[in-house]
């Protein structure tokens, strides 16, 4: 007799941390179809540098609005961005 395959529900979108924080403390992981999901390299270190650069009021502006799209905090965002840029492979 064959098994049947378990089908994985799909994580659902959620669109701030605390949503997210909520989700996994009362959720059963194993329910789910992770297979989507990205490695985090840099997120969760220490942030004991800084930067301070200057940028037109328009890109932080649309920065910004992209991050709150996304439900992140804008500086967050950059730092995934930047993160992404550095796994990019050299064209």
Known sequence: MKRKAKT???LPRLKTDL???RFVAGS???????SAL???QFEFAAKE???NMRLPSEL????KRVA???????????RQTLERAIKEPRQ
């Open 8 to 10: 994985l529900a799909k």
């Open 60 to 63: 932080l502006s649309e920065v």
């Open 28 to 34: 059963d992981l194993t329910k789910f179809d992770l």
């Open 68 to 78: 709150q799209q996304r439900g992140v905090p804008y500086q967050r965002f950059i």
């Open 19 to 21: 949503q997210a924080e």
């Open 38 to 40: 990205t490695a985090t």
């Open 49 to 51: 540098a800084r930067i």
